[in-house]
């Protein structure tokens, strides 16, 4: 948080900013606290971090300091309660890849309190106010939602924190005030010099800043840096000079005079929006037409922490494309006024001041000033268009502003006037000029309308291979905004005198604007207490040391003295022969201190975790772009990688393979890859008469970036002499990352140790890639003899490390005219990359569940694992399950549409059964499958909602909704059998504290804090008295990888079968005596030298597959589960919000029901990025703007993942009771990756509601709806007139699968 004093208003202001963002040089005079100022455990939680701590609002933690500090800011920066709305605005530049959101918002909305009544009147006397349905009333809002006490249907939900025991009463710390000397302090003109012969100037005066200008004419002037950061920080860009603008009165000017708004360029967006707002409120309403639409652009302009410091004339003179204001501007009649260095001021229109692709009128001795917003006159209108991939903090794929000024002439109203500008569909934003000539006299009515889309089509022209893609959503999109604006004006003018074009009620479901109301959570779940810990929603055991920022991170670990930072030198093509490798720019680059490719390497070359097929540092050939060829190693960070971007190499390019369709067309499949399972005959039941009908298709499924929100990172060091080897790493595997880094160096394994704290989130991403790059680094640490650290930066993580697989499953499916299936002949491929890695089992995963829940007859499933020349994919969340069920899904779906049943009937007359022998021979048990569905039904009010939607469909013609409910059954266990086993150490000391230590990682998921409780249960103690330190393969040795969903069970039961060997030592000594408490206990077992310390061991029973007869019994029980998702999407334009979700599963008796259901959640949304949001972008023949092999989507500029504002309206997460399981450990069930497949619902309702618009165009069969169902391709598959100019009703678009 920043803040300083504003001379002008003579107020502190405070913000939230990016830190990556904010030179160090911007913020002086000014006051920065980061989150270690805000509180810590040995002062005291501030009231914010309490609530998100108590709430469940951390799991990883990564992301957690970030939303402390939003909220934080938020709060300074109002005098009064923020309203939730601004709570939820606050958070949007804010991302979490573990929590789904739900439990912040939950944590922050206390504050949004109006109020006191439920807060200060403590837990026990809460004042429950309840609305009509019997819904929680929450005091803050008037609104029902889930903040309230613990009651009906939240049964043992979330304890609601009261906001007297967050009210800081613990906190001791002083809030940091404003510092006084900073209010007197008189702003000074700043001239400094920076890291790498950087200037940097901050001038107090307008003639100042022009004196400079004239003195370095390419010298940049500098606002929020929210540009040239990006071009210095991620396109390496230098600029050796900069002018800060911040501090020049004339530059930060905001007026209003008779003809309009005078607006300085320094003005920042989130001041701007501020202004307007009084604007519009204070003139009259026909003036501030385009005041209204700039309001609105804002809102939907990156975040508020990029808002707080971008400026209006950073914006203009970056001259962006696709920038969100230029568009407006232009449209509106502004007017820019540029100043040379000898203080002429001209004025340039901003319909004439973009030339280029980021290029504008304005020379190099001249910098943008001001601009003029000219007043709109009565019968004028202004209006806004934005399209991105996510709503929120994404920048537009198209947008546009329009204006009209319409007056009336004779009886008819004319066009006076009009300019239409769109951007991203050319370099430059662009004003359409044939449609803007040709609206000028023409009456406002359809005719109008049907002659200008016919000239925008020849106005806007992208070419096949335009950058960025989505031509023909593109083109779509102009079509479609206009048509908006068409029916805006017209309804604006609705009732005026002669006015002819009103809109029907149908069609103005094209105009209504989209607001979300906040986020409504419940937790529905039974709380079943074994012993004093297991059963209770306990917090994240470190929770506290997170909301405070001192939770430690791979990274975080000192530098010791002699340490090197590591960089990565990545092949640049697909596939190529290594001509020559030329080094010498890297050795003489500062700060260097060694280099190292394949031939350096003491060890083997070779590692893999099932197959050794990939080579650390590639020697000949290289198959990926951003395979390691070698890796160098200097003083910073900064040093290592411009040495590592110095080192010059010569290839010889060899045909790649980039795609499944190319791989299986080339037979291009890894060695023995090939899977097969069969029941009964298909051959027959096909031939026989049996199948009424028969149906084939694709399925196609895109792959999805892990996102963990802390990179991949190791520390690796050298002891005694250099022959042990020690790390500390990032991973869910640190017995891989012993076995690699000892295989590479030629070390015995009992020579390396790995370590892990915690991480900062794995999702599967760390099971086996992390490894490879702590081999990467233990060879200069290793040769050198010095301790050396490895963190990927995001851009890098996301191209090397590989992603969740992309899929092609083709089906052919035998059903009757009921809709009962009778057989499946399914292919399935996966795109492993250029290296096995775990892929074989993920596809056996995909096959296993290739039924999903249902009983087929008879099924013949082949699978291949395709080689192509990509960074070899790797296991992420479900590991294939979710791919093969959405494959499932997705021929059901199309079942209901040839029978004319809803989806929802061909899954219920297909389910399993009890006792049901599934394609791989395992036996259905205790299957719970029907129960969990019919509560969902119930609990959604299934029927009721269908309904509903229905009539809403009906009555909106541009808007449709849509409903879905999807089951699942996800199996549990390793599907190969030695990685069921596990280890755990338990040490009772004499003060009755226990350290345990086990094979599993923590890694948000809150693994640590299950089996803490667990033990803290077995001896009968308290929670507390139990600790976690960290996992490390010379405490605990040959650890599975923690993944599968099953480590709780495994360590939890290793765990319990340590503590009950130290329980039945403590036997005779506890019989002798009555001892009043277990440090008593202890103490008298110490004396009678009882062993207390114990290794526990545990193996899953009652597994096994053998692949030769392709039957067993590969899992040891099945996590069962249902959703439901309502969505509403606009037809036109392929925006989506999920409107509620409604998801249960069975976990038995859960250990920790608050972790549970934080699972539950944080699956549900990252699956909804799976879905709807999340696409790589590869180079690849259906991106050939790309170059090959390339990924596009290489951070989160493109790659959008899931925001806080994208959590459904109404979240509600039940556990199913009375369910216990008597399979895993108390009776409990796996949760981490179950869930994740129920947010296909959200995929499957969008499709629902996409059926129903297409049938207003008369297209009723059945369509191909690829995953994730993004915008374009939503509004694609909406075939409408608007579409129908540039593709055919069954247009797929273009996908890298
Ligand atoms: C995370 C993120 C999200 C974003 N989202 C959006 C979005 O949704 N929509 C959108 O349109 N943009 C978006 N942007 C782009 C960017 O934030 C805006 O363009 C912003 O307005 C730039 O303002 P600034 O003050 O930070 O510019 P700076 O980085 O300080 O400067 C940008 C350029 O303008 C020049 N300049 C600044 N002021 C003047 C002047 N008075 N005279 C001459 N030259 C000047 C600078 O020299 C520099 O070349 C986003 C950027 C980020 C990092
Ligand atoms: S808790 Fe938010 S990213 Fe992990």
């Known amino acids: ?388 991939h996510r709503r929120d903090d994404d920048i537009a794929l198209v947008n546009s502003g329009m204006r009209v000024f319409l007056e009336k002439k004779e009886k008819n109203w004319i066009v006076s006037d009009a300019c239409v500008v769109y951007g991203g569909v050319a370099p430059v934003s662009l004003l359409v000029l044939k449609t803007n000539d040709y609206l000028i006299g023409k009456t406002w009515n359809k005719e109008l309308l049907k002659n200008s889309l016919e000239i925008l089509k020849q106005d806007v022209v992208i070419s096949e291979d335009a950058p960025g893609g989505m031509v023909e959503f593109r083109k779509s999109l102009t079509l479609s905004f206009f048509f908006k604006f068409f029916l805006w004006v017209s309804h604006q003018m609705d009732g005026q005198d002669s006015f002819n074009e009103s809109v029907p009620v149908s069609h103005l479901s094209a105009v209504e604007s989209f607001t979300r109301p906040s986020v409504m959570g419940s937790q529905d779940y039974a709380i079943t207490k074994q012993g004093t810990s297991v059963g209770s929603p306990e917090v994240h055991m470190s929770a506290r040391l997170q909301v405070t920022g001192e939770a430690e991170y791979t990274d975080d670990t000192p530098m010791p003295p002699g340490g090197l930072h590591a960089a990565l030198i990545l092949s640049k093509k697909p596939h190529a022969r290594l001509l020559s490798i030329d080094d010498s720019g890297a050795r003489s680059s500062p700060g260097f201190a060694g280099i190292f490719f394949a031939k350096d390497i003491p060890g083997d070359n070779f590692t893999g975790p099932v197959v050794e097929d990939e080579e650390v540092f590639a020697s000949e050939i290289v198959t990926c772009v951003g395979q390691v060829i070698g890796v160098v190693v200097a003083d910073t960070h900064e040093n290592a990688k411009l040495a590592a971007r ?3 190499i010569e290839y010889e390019d060899l045909p790649a393979v980039l795609s499944i369709e190319e791989a299986v067309k080339l037979k291009s499949f890894h060695p023995n890859s090939h899977r097969c399972l069969a029941k009964g005959s298909v051959d027959l039941c096909f031939q026989s008469n049996q199948c009424h009908s028969i149906i084939e298709g694709e399925v196609h499924i895109g792959g999805q970036e892990h996102f963990y929100l802390e990179p991949q990172s ?148 082949n699978g291949n694992v395709c080689f192509t020349n990509y960074p070899s994919n790797t296991a992420f969340r479900g590991f294939g399950g979710p791919q093969g069920m959405l494959i499932t899904e997705n021929w059901i779906q199309r079942i209901a549409m040839e029978v004319n049943k809803s989806p929802e009937e061909i899954r219920e007359i297909n389910f399993i059964n009890e006792g049901s022998i599934l394609h791989y021979g395992q036996q259905i048990q205790d299957c719970t499958l029907h129960r969990l569905w019919d509560e969902l039904k119930k609990s959604c009010n299934f029927a009721k909602v269908r309904s509903e939607v229905e009539d809403f469909n009906l009555h909106k013609r541009w808007k449709k909704r849509g409903v879905a409910i999807i089951p699942t059954k996800f199996g549990i266990s390793f599907t190969t059998k030695f990685m069921n086993q596990a280890g755990a150490l338990v040490q009772v000391y004499t003060d009755g504290t226990v350290l345990v230590t086990h094979g599993g990682v923590e890694m948000g998921q809150g693994l640590h804090t299950k089996v803490a409780q667990i033990a803290a249960s077995a001896f009968d103690i308290p929670l507390s008295s139990v600790f976690i ?51 008593e206990l202890v103490n008298a077992c110490y004396f009678e030298r009882v062993d207390l310390s114990a290794h526990g061991f545990h193996i899953v029973p009652d597994i096994g597959f053998d692949w030769k007869t392709g039957k067993g019994h590969p899992f040891r029980y099945f996590t069962y589960g249902a959703a439901f998702a309502e969505v509403e999407i606009d037809t036109l334009t392929g925006d989506f919000h999920t409107r509620a979700a409604d ?86 069930k796996a949760v981490g990756e179950p869930p994740f497949f129920l947010a296909s619902s959200v995929f499957f309702a969008i499709k629902d509601a996409i059926i129903s618009a297409r049938a207003e165009s008369g297209h009723h069969g059945w369509f191909p709806l690829d995953n994730p169902a993004t915008p374009e391709r939503i509004r694609m598959a909406c075939a409408d007139e608007f579409t129908a100019p540039f593709v055919k009703s069954d247009f797929r678009p273009k996908l890298s699968v």
């Open 1029 to 1079: 330190s960290e996992t490390s393969t010379d405490k605990v040795p040959n650890a599975s990888p923690t993944a599968a969903s099953a480590s709780s069970d495994m360590y939890g039961a290793a765990v319990l079968d340590a503590c009950n060997q130290i329980k039945a030592r403590m036997e005779p000594v506890a019989s002798l005596n009555k001892h009043t408490s277990f440090v």
């Open 714 to 861: 190791t520390f690796v060091w050298t002891m005694d002499g250099g022959h042990e080897v020690h790390m500390i790493s990032s991973t869910q595997a640190p017995q891989k990352h012993q076995k690699y880094v000892a295989h590479v160096l030629g070390l015995p394994m009992s020579k390396v140790v790995c370590k892990v704290k915690r991480i900062g989130g794995g999702f599967g991403g760390k099971e086996t890639r992390s490894a490879f790059f702590a081999a990467v680094a233990s060879v200069p640490a290793y040769m050198l003899n010095r301790p050396v650290k490895l963190t990927l930066d995001r851009d890098v993580d996301m191209q090397v490390t590989g992603q969740r697989h992309s899929f092609l499953g083709k089906y052919k499916v035998g059903f009757t005219n009921e809709g009962k299936v009778l057989a499946l002949d399914l292919e399935v491929y996966n795109n492993a990359g250029n290296s096995l890695d775990l892929s074989l089992a993920i596809l056996e995963r995909a096959m296993y569940h290739s039924e999903n829940v249902y009983e087929i007859p008879n099924v013949r499933i």
């Open 646 to 648: 110095k080192v010059v």
């Open 1143 to 1228: 998801v249960i599963l069975d976990l038995g008796f859960s250990i920790n029901p608050a972790i549970d259901v934080g699972q539950i959640e944080g699956a549900f949304v990252q699956g909804m990025g799976w879905v709807a949001l999340e696409e790589l972008k590869w180079g690849d023949k259906a991106h050939k703007w790309v170059p090959p092999g390339c990924l596009f989507t290489s951070g989160p500029g493109n790659y959008k993942i899931p925001s806080v504002n994208d959590v459904p309206f109404k979240f509600k997460v039940s556990l199913l009771k009375d369910a216990p399981n008597d399979k895993a450990i108390h009776s409990s």
């Open 1 to 388: 948080m920043v803040s300083y004093f504003d001379q002008t208003s003579k107020k502190c202001v405070h913000q939230a900013v990016n830190a990556c963002l904010a030179p160090l040089y911007s913020v002086e005079g000014m006051h920065v606290i980061t989150v270690e100022g805000v509180g810590n455990r040995k002062f005291g939680l501030h009231p914010v971090q309490e609530s998100l701590a108590s709430r469940h609002g951390s799991q990883c933690g990564f992301c957690t300091p970030g939303f402390i500090m939003s909220m934080y800011a938020l709060l300074r920066s109002n005098k009064t309660p923020p309203t939730e709305e601004q709570i939820e605005e606050s958070l949007a530049g804010n991302l979490c890849r573990c929590t789904g959101y739900r439990p912040i918002l939950d944590a922050f909305r206390v504050f949004a309190k109006s109020n006191d009544l439920l807060y200060t009147s403590g837990s026990g006397s809460v004042a429950v106010q309840e609305s009509s349905n019997g819904e929680f009333i929450c005091p803050s809002t008037g609104k029902p939602c889930s903040c309230g006490p613990d009651k009906e249907p939240v049964e043992h939900g979330y304890k609601p924190v009261s906001y007297n025991e967050i009210d800081g009463s613990s906190y001791t710390n002083k809030e940091i005030i404003f510092p006084p000397q900073l209010l007197m302090r008189k702003s000074s003109y700043l001239s400094l010099n920076g890291f790498g012969g950087i200037k940097w100037y901050r001038p107090l005066l307008l003639r100042h800043i022009l004196e400079l200008k004239s003195k370095y004419p390419d010298a940049k002037l500098v606002v929020g840096n929210t540009e040239l950061g990006i071009e210095t920080r991620l396109k390496k860009l230098h600029y050796p000079v900069f002018i800060s603008v911040t501090h020049v009165p004339e530059l930060n000017t905001l007026t209003v005079d008779h003809d309009g708004i005078e607006i300085g360029a320094g003005v920042r967006l989130s001041k701007l929006q501020k202004f307007l707002k009084q604007v519009v409120e204070q003139r009259p309403a026909h003036e501030t037409s385009s005041c209204k639409a700039i309001i609105e652009q804002i809102k939907w302009f990156a975040g508020t922490q990029i808002r707080n410091v971008a400026s209006v004339g950073g914006n203009i003179c970056t001259a962006s494309p696709i920038s969100d204001l230029n568009p407006l501007w232009m449209a509106s009649r502004a007017e820019f006024k540029v100043v040379d260095c000898k203080g002429t001021i001209r004025t340039v229109l901003a319909a004439n001041f973009f030339l280029g692709y980021r290029k504008v009128d304005m020379r190099n001795d001249e910098i943008l000033l001001s601009v003029f917003l000219p007043w709109t006159r009565e019968f004028e209108y202004v209006k806004e268009f934005k399209q991105a």
